[in-house]
């Protein structure tokens, strides 16, 4: 509420006014493309790697292929913190890296990988991938062809339930983005930390809104995708 | 191109970008720890040094009350939602399961518009009440996006559970606390176990909202973060980022091993 009060310190009587979120739009703008941007690069890079790697682990089932999806679901665990710091030691000499938005990105798909790959092989490992593929195969398909024709189309909810929560995550990611961002690059909730740091309470409140705005839609698709994801996997 | 290729072609963009910025960034980190003046004694400088010790007594606390607090609240919520079927009730769990995703700093933001100096708290209530910066600001904090989290793990467990357990218990003459002590609970327990592994982990591990919340008290996260970029003591931060990483982990490895899913960190 406070961000649509004209004066927060006088409350409501002072009158509504959507003055502080257009204030907003000023300022911020920039970080909301760039959220929007990174997410959506985000989403194919998760898709690019996860797809053919739950195809992967689903086809070998085996102690290997489950320390691997362990290792990477590593992210979920470890405090984002500790993870961007590892990043930073690592790749912060590496000036033109460090300072491009490629390098929050990656951070960004690290962290929301683990999620588009469990969630594709919940599916695919729910369905008898094995004989529809042999099939396919004693019909005269090469791989690629079943890939295209049979996987891809056959994991289509857990792809869809990934990617609504890659998005949303990513829109969302805080704890990584504050360590590897830098002063020109600023994502949605960097930018909103630094107007709760730094500015007016009601543009702190109207951004907040802003924010709010964007994530609930995209919250409420990824609980619908999964659910539905999930009527498909039992 | 064969088939076993072709799969094997399949891993390989995951096995390349997982080693080059996950493997190798944790042991560049592992390393860095043992770089500092301290040597690898960094990591007994943790438990010797007060300052990081009564950090790290603290985190443990505010995380444990929380674990307990989220345990409490979302065992009855999550029982009443599975056992009632009600209008509004996909909404209402819609709602509550909303913070999942929130950025802590958004969290710690709602946290001081509610008890903040110009919070509602503070406004509404006589005399001069803030609690946003103590620790039970960040309790609060920490309560509110633990939620979620126990909330889908119990109703999960709960929905599994017999209502035939608690009716024959009923029959028998047990009083509704009793059938809550000797069917309910023992019945949840390895979901009440492993929903109280996540929400310690997420406590643990949470920087936004301490971020916003952190000024007057130091937890775990905020240190490794001051000593980074104020104090430029990078083996120190390394070394804390490990032992948490290590905490956190494991605990979520508990918590998986016991409900076979885990509703992931965050925060």
Request: hydrophobic share 55%; aromatic share 10%.
């Amino acid at each position: 509420m406070a961000g649509l009060t004209a004066n927060y310190f006088k409350g409501i009587s002072s009158g509504l006014t959507l003055k502080w979120v257009y204030q907003v739009w000023e300022l911020y703008a920039d970080s909301i493309f760039l959220s929007i941007w990174l997410a959506l690069a985000c989403l194919i890079c998760t898709l690019l790697i996860g797809l053919p790697a739950a195809y992967g682990l689903a086809r070998h089932p085996g102690w290997l292929s489950r320390l691997l999806e362990e290792f990477i679901s590593l992210p979920l665990a470890v405090p984002g913190l500790a993870l961007a710091l590892a990043l930073l030691q690592l790749y912060g000499s590496m000036k033109g890296f460090r300072a491009s938005w490629a390098f929050i990105l990656v951070g960004h798909v690290l962290y929301t990988l683990p999620f588009m790959v469990r969630s594709i092989l919940a599916v695919l490992a729910a369905m008898d991938l094995k004989t529809l593929e042999e099939g396919a195969a004693s019909l005269g398909a090469s791989p690629w062809q079943r890939f295209r024709d049979i996987v891809v189309p056959n994991a289509m909810p857990g792809i869809l339930a990934g990617a609504l929560t890659v998005v949303t995550l990513s829109i969302g990611e805080f704890n990584l983005t504050w360590m590897l961002h830098t002063p020109y690059l600023k994502t949605l909730p960097v930018g909103l930390a630094d107007s709760y740091a730094s500015m007016r309470l009601e543009i702190a409140s109207a951004y907040t809104l802003v924010f709010f705005v964007m994530i609930v839609p995209l919250l409420m698709a990824m609980q619908w995708a999964s659910a539905r994801a999930q009527r498909i996997t039992q | 191109m064969n088939n076993r290729t072709f799969v094997m072609a399949c891993l390989t963009p995951l096995l390349v970008f997982s080693l080059a910025f996950l493997a190798l960034p944790l042991i560049r980190l592992f390393l860095a720890s043992g770089e500092g003046d301290a040597g690898w004694a960094v990591y007994l400088d943790i438990l010797r040094k007060p300052r990081y010790l009564n950090t790290l007594i603290l985190t443990v606390l505010v995380s444990l009350a929380t674990t307990f607090a989220a345990l409490a609240v979302s065992t009855t919520a999550g029982m009443f939602l599975v056992r009632n079927r009600f209008r509004g009730r996909g909404s209402l769990l819609a709602v509550l399961t909303l913070p999942l995703a929130f950025p802590g700093v958004v969290i710690g933001f709602l946290i001081i518009l509610l008890g903040g100096r110009q919070g509602l708290v503070n406004q509404i209530t006589p005399g001069h009440v803030v609690f946003a910066y103590s620790a039970l600001g960040l309790f609060l904090g920490y309560l509110y996006f633990s939620i979620p989290r126990v909330l889908l793990t119990v109703m999960a467990a709960a929905e599994k559970l017999d209502p035939a357990l608690e009716e024959a218990a009923r029959t028998m003459g047990a009083t509704p606390y009793s059938v809550m002590k000797d069917v309910i609970i023992p019945g949840l327990m390895p979901s009440l176990i492993a929903s109280g592994a996540i929400a310690f982990a997420t406590a643990m591990g949470a920087f936004g909202t301490a971020f916003t919340l952190a000024t007057n008290i130091d937890v775990i996260p905020m240190v490794i973060y001051t000593e980074f970029t104020l104090s430029a003591n990078i083996a120190m931060a390394s070394a804390l980022s490990i032992v948490l990483g290590i905490i956190t982990w494991i605990l979520l490895l508990i918590a998986r091993s016991l409900t076979g899913s885990t509703v992931a960190g965050g925060g």
